[in-house]
C-alpha cells in the first residue's frame, strides 16, 4: 500500500535556528498536506502543497512530485513553533495516509 | 467560514461504559466527515468515514461504531468501553483534498 515517512523523528534546536522537516512518499500523487500538533492538542493544517513551492508566513513548502518527496522548512524558530509535525497525503479514495512524525523541540 | 466542534472536551470512564462522542460541523452543506484516534505519543488511525447522512464506513473498528444522524453531525459510540479506547479523538472534514480537524475530545478509560 502507499506509504508515508517523514524524517527526522525527533529534531531539537535553538530559538532562532531554522528546522527543515522532510516527507517522502510512495505515490507520485500526492495531494499533500502538512499539519502541526501541539502536545495535547489538535491537528491544525498549516499548507497544502500537491507540488511546487508554497509559503505562510515562516513557513515554506517544497514538493517534488515526480521525485516522491516534500519539505517543510520553519525559518528563525521560536518556542512556540515546538510540537509535532505530521505530513499526509491523500489517496485515491480521499483517505489521509499519514507519517509518523517529526517531534520538533525548540529551546531557549 | 465553517466550524468544526467536538464533545466532550474530555472524559474519564470505566471499562464496560457505553460512550459517545459527537462532532458537528457548521457552514458546509454535506461535508465529508471522519473519525480519527490517537494513542498518546502515537500517529493518527482513521476509524471511519461518512460522505452523507445514514451512510458510515468502516475503516478499523477497535469495537466503536458510527452514525451520521443529520447532515452536520457525526456520532462515535460504543456500548461497552476497553482500556484500549484510550486515546485523542479528532473529528474532521474534507474539502476536496483537504482536511480540517476539530479540537478533538481526550478519553481516559480506567
Known amino acids: 500500500g502507499q506509504q508515508v515517512q517523514q524524517s527526522p523523528a525527533s529534531l531539537v534546536l535553538q530559538e532562532g535556528e531554522n528546522a527543515e522537516l522532510q516527507c517522502n512518499f510512495s505515490?507520485?500523487?500526492?495531494?499533500l498536506q502538512w499539519f502541526y500538533q501541539r502536545p495535547g492538542g489538535s491537528l491544525v493544517s498549516l499548507l497544502y502543497?500537491?507540488?511546487?513551492?508554497k509559503h505562510t508566513g515562516r513557513l515554506t513548502s517544497t514538493t517534488v512530485t515526480k521525485e516522491r518527496r516534500s519539505s517543510l522548512h520553519i525559518s528563525s524558530s521560536q518556542i512556540t513553533d515546538s510540537g509535532t509535525y505530521f505530513c499526509?497525503?491523500?489517496?485515491?479514495?480521499?483517505?489521509?495516509?499519514w507519517g509518523s512524525g517529526t517531534k520538533l523541540i525548540i529551546k531557549p | 467560514a465553517q466550524t468544526i466542534h467536538q464533545w466532550p472536551v474530555a472524559e474519564i470512564k470505566a471499562v464496560g461504559s457505553p460512550l459517545s462522542l459527537g462532532c458537528t460541523i457548521k457552514?458546509?452543506?454535506?461535508?465529508?466527515l471522519y473519525w480519527y484516534w490517537q494513542a498518546t505519543g502515537g500517529t493518527l488511525q482513521q476509524l471511519f468515514y461518512?460522505?452523507?447522512?445514514?451512510?458510515v464506513e468502516s475503516v478499523v473498528q477497535l469495537n466503536l461504531s458510527a452514525s451520521r444522524p443529520k447532515d452536520d453531525q457525526f456520532i462515535l459510540s460504543t456500548e461497552k468501553l476497553l482500556l484500549s479506547h484510550s486515546g485523542f479523538y479528532l473529528c474532521?472534514?474534507?474539502?476536496?483534498?483537504?482536511?480540517?480537524f476539530g479540537p478533538g475530545t481526550r478519553l481516559t478509560v480506567l
Open positions: 474532521a472534514w474534507r474539502d476536496i483534498y483537504e482536511q480540517y
Open positions: 505515490s507520485t500523487a500526492t495531494q
Open positions: 502543497n500537491p507540488s511546487g513551492t
Open positions: 499526509a497525503m491523500t489517496d485515491s479514495n480521499y483517505q489521509l495516509i
Open positions: 457552514g458546509k452543506s454535506s461535508p465529508n
Open positions: 461518512s460522505i452523507t447522512v445514514g451512510q
